[in-house]
């Protein structure tokens, strides 16, 4: 199978001319698909430098289902959305993708004839784009040919939108059943095993676990059984990353949320332990498939919902996909697919069509193939990001490559992974690690605004996307940056390998035992490049005035409270008694949850701060006199006093 990646495809790729419809039009029909649960990507505004679209923007168009183009009125005058066009175009006759056309007032003749507003905008392309002019010309009338929507004034825009979002979620469901997997290696076997033991002819209730170790395929066989038989349910929901959600946000919030899923609601939160009785009658009512995605032993609210299971509507079905088969057995699950690694031919098959893009491969890089599959133990994302990494490699790299396999004495996946990461640049590796500690899951808008330099971090995120290490995708309203859990924890591991047992001399600390000590014995070293401590995780901390006083390349420092299952912000348990005395110079990004003192030290100069965030801080003043800060781009001083 291609992807084995922790999160869900984008069904859905938006294309619009930001300064026309994103506040209007394009808000109000992404709105509407998240009512529906259609996955949908939006592109980043700030991306759109030049006219050459990204790796990620198109990886985005290529694994979405259907395209939805809104032309507006400059929509031509845009380099980047006639290239994105291009682009989608292009995956409509090479792999069947939908595309459909929302002419938002504008006459669809202008658009095939190129008259009007989109005529005005080529009058400068003949000029300085020639070699692209005529390309953006057939793309424009290709797609204005199109069967799509027609946007006048005179038609009310709500009811325009939902009958869009009706549309799609129509060709969606219509899609399930239909869709093509070739594209994903050995996976369609591993779908009929799963639904046979679904078994959705029987009237029971029934929970099926999807087991395997990491990287095994266990999240896209689980996403792909999702989709093809969704339909035949009436209440659904695919909870992603439990395990992370769980320790992040409490397992009463993630069942919270399978709840208000389940019953489309989203306003609903219950927020206790107790499931209140008419919530109950309406679960009772609703036949509903579930599926649990990356379980893991502490997940209480699992062995409650297994026990409800004589009060779900007949038919209903629950997956849940894990590492762990303990898991499995203590809630009595009688149905279980052991993912095990690819055939070899179908290893193989994965490999050179991430290596060379394409059905076939040189002969004679048979040999050098044959031994690298080997290597990745056919595991799919051992192979994905292997392959990945030797695209339009020499045949000298890739014996390099070989060279450094053969050097595992015992191999095994995060040694063959970590080829990968110890091939990338110096920057690349920063930003892997940073998301692998800090930033997995977070607003791609926040990971680069708070850099030195937003477009190399821009262009070195797509490296890591081309490689196969990280993916963009849309979820909650925004592009967020996600790694599969195996790339995270070898992530996590280098930074501890640095030093195994004084935490202190590390470059990222996350841990909340680990960032308790550090900070309580002043044991911090100019190693540290970044903290983050999740305050829910712990007791009163008292720190001294020098706390950060050793930690002169801290850079990135957030003290964090998530909304926990609902309880409301607690009081501050990071004390300063003596005051603070210090903060570093180098500090990017400082996010302090109830900051305790009225104003940040005297001594800190701000020269390099780009970002701070001090919610719930009893701060008054942020700094005494004047202060040089023409980086800082963002202050967030919510409900301080």
Request: net charge neutral.
């Amino acid at each position: 199978m291609a992807s084995s990646s922790s999160q869900r495809k984008n069904e859905v790729f938006l294309s619009f001319r930001g300064e026309d419809t994103r506040k209007g039009f394009t808000s109000h029909l992404a709105a509407a698909l998240d009512q529906k649960q259609i996955q949908f990507f939006i592109d980043d505004e700030e991306l759109k430098k030049g006219h050459e679209i990204s790796p990620a923007l198109a990886n985005a168009i290529e694994t979405s289902d259907i395209s939805i183009i809104i032309f507006s009125k400059d929509y031509a005058s845009s380099k980047w959305c006639l290239s994105e066009l291009v682009k989608i175009l292009d995956c409509k006759k090479m792999n069947g993708q939908i595309v459909i056309p929302v002419f938002y007032h504008v006459d669809p003749s202008d658009v095939r004839k190129q008259s009007g507003s989109f005529g005005e905008a080529f009058v400068e392309y003949e000029k300085n784009f020639p070699h692209k002019v005529q390309k953006w010309r057939d793309a424009l009338t290709e797609a204005s040919s199109l069967s799509g929507y027609d946007a006048t004034e005179s038609r009310p825009e709500a009811e325009l939108v939902k009958e869009i979002a009706a549309d799609i979620s129509k060709k969606l469901e219509d899609m399930s059943d239909s869709t093509d997997l070739d594209g994903f290696v050995g996976l369609n076997s591993r779908i009929e095993e799963v639904k046979s033991l679904l078994c959705l002819e029987s009237r029971d209730v029934r929970i099926v676990g999807i087991w395997g170790m990491g990287g095994i395929g266990k999240t896209t066989i689980a996403s792909a059984v999702f989709h093809q038989i969704s339909r035949h349910f009436q209440g659904k929901c695919f909870m992603a990353n439990v395990r992370e959600e769980s320790n992040k946000m409490g397992a009463i919030h993630v069942r919270d949320e399978v709840i208000s899923q389940v019953l489309g609601d989203k306003n609903l939160k219950i927020g206790t332990l107790v499931i209140h009785q008419n919530i109950r009658k309406r679960l009772r009512q609703v036949k509903m498939l579930i599926v649990l995605d990356a379980v893991h032993d502490g997940f209480t609210q699992l062995e409650s919902l297994a026990g409800e299971l004589d009060k779900f509507t007949t038919g209903s079905r629950i997956i849940i996909t894990t590492r762990d088969k303990q898991v499995l057995d203590k809630c009595g699950v009688n149905y279980v697919y052991e993912v095990e690694g690819l055939e070899h031919n179908k290893a193989f098959e994965l490999f050179y069509r991430k290596a060379f893009r394409q059905n076939n491969y040189p002969p004679d890089f048979l040999g050098l193939s044959l031994e690298v599959v080997h290597y990745a133990r056919n595991n799919p994302l051992a192979l994905e990001v292997l392959g990945s990494s030797l695209y339009q490699k020499s045949k000298q790299q890739w014996e390099d490559r070989l060279h450094n396999l053969r050097l595992i004495s015992e191999p095994n996946i995060y040694k063959v992974l970590k080829i990968s990461y110890d091939e990338l640049n110096s920057k690349e590796k920063e930003m892997f690690l940073d998301i692998a500690c800090f930033f997995k899951g977070e607003d791609l808008d926040l990971v680069t605004r708070i850099q030195d330099n937003p477009i190399s971090v821009r262009h070195g995120l797509n490296n890591l996307v081309g490689k196969s290490l990280i993916k963009i995708s849309r979820w909650n309203w925004a592009n967020r940056l996600q790694m599969h859990d195996l790339l995270q924890e070898m992530g996590q591991t280098i930074v501890c390998q640095e030093s195994v047992k004084e935490p202190g001399k590390r470059s990222r600390l996350w841990d909340h035992i680990d960032v308790s000590r550090v900070l309580k014995k002043n044991k911090g070293t100019d190693n540290v490049e970044g903290i983050f401590l999740d305050l829910s995780k712990i007791n009163d901390l008292h720190l001294s005035s020098q706390a950060f006083a050793k930690m002169s390349n801290l850079r990135l420092l957030k003290f964090y409270m998530p909304e926990h299952d609902g309880v409301p912000v607690t009081s501050s348990k990071v004390h300063l008694n003596r005051g603070l005395e210090y903060l570093p110079d180098e500090l990017r990004y400082f996010h302090w949850h109830e900051y305790p003192l009225k104003t940040l030290p005297f001594d800190f100069d701000p020269e390099n701060l780009i970002e701070l965030s001090l919610p719930y801080s009893k701060v008054e003043q942020i700094w005494e006199g004047k202060r040089e800060a023409f980086k800082l781009k963002f202050i967030d001083l919510y409900q301080s006093q």
